[in-house]
Nanobody, 129 residues
Framework: QAHLVESGGGSVQAGGSMTLSCVSSGSIFSRYTMGWFRRVQAPGTEHEGVAGINSDGTTIYTDSVKGRFTISRDNAKNTLILQMTSLKPEDAAKYYC?????????????????????WGRGTQVTVSS
């Protein structure tokens, strides 16, 4: 079982950068597929898969963040990182870290919330225009 804690959220102006971190405890982090999801805090909205990284280091991104966001992992520190640049107001959301013990990402279509077993509580990102 994995316990995930996100950090690094806050407020930034459009065009700025921000780095999110997620620390995992209680499991073999290096073996998990990890992902970042986001959800706008409004009724009826759903989690959107943003980026994912397999245990072998391969990465995938949803189209809207390609070229702007970078996901990485530091297995020695049990930490997942999301570097976000050129932020846009539409990137504002609560960002969640998630872990999937038995899932391999082959494309952004595989960033499905049902495939991730463990979730953090999220960190809020606000982008002002």
């Amino acid at each position: 079982q994995a316990h995930l804690v996100e950090s690094g959220g806050g407020s930034v102006q459009a065009g700025g950068s921000m780095t999110l971190s997620c620390v995992s405890s209680g499991s073999i982090f290096s073996r998990y597929t990890m992902g970042w999801f986001r959800r706008v805090q409004a009724p009826g909205t759903e989690h959107e898969g943003v980026a994912g990284i397999n245990s072998d280091g391969t990465t995938i991104y949803t189209d809207s963040v390609k070229g702007r966001f970078t996901i990485s992992r530091d297995n020695a520190k049990n930490t997942l990182i999301l570097q976000m640049t050129s932020l846009k107001p539409e990137d504002a959301a609560k960002y969640y870290c998630a872990a999937a013990p038995r899932w391999y990402l082959r494309g952004p279509q595989d960033l499905k919330i049902s495939s991730f077993d463990y979730w953090g509580r999220g960190t809020q990102v606000t982008v002002s225009s």
